[in-house]
Nanobody
């Protein structure tokens, strides 16, 4: 599965961005999807995950109530709506696909997109 993320950019604190990740396969609907983020010098951090049919989501405590993950299995796309952005949300955001698991760990994911940079200015 090839994943292409987009939607990153520069935004002021308090603003919003919507990230998209398009998958190359029709089997997209069989994968758990997740968003992770990484800043230089730090490990990749879990942000959000959604199950195969979009009925269950989970979030890192740091983004809960501000970010929303969703998916469209017709368009083979997973989204991350980010509201009330903070400077500490600045990172490269990557989408990933997993065949099984809870979706919290980097090791559970089989496929990764290239990432999109989100920069939040104070």
């Amino acid at each position: 599965v090839q994943l292409q993320a987009s939607g990153g950019g520069l935004v002021q604190a308090g603003g919003s961005l919507r990230l998209s990740c398009v998958a190359s396969r029709r089997t997209f609907r069989s994968y758990i999807m997740g968003w992770f983020r990484q800043v230089p010098g730090k490990e990749r951090e879990f942000v959000a995950t959604i199950n195969e049919i979009g009925t269950s989501t989970n979030y890192a405590d740091s983004v809960k109530g501000r970010f929303t993950i969703s998916r469209d299995n017709v368009k083979n796309t997973v989204y991350l709506q980010m509201n009330s952005l903070r400077p500490e949300d600045t990172a490269v955001y990557c989408c990933a696909a997993a065949s099984y698991g809870l979706g919290y760990k980097v090791s559970e994911y089989d496929y990764w997109g290239q990432g999109t940079l989100v920069t939040v200015s104070s």
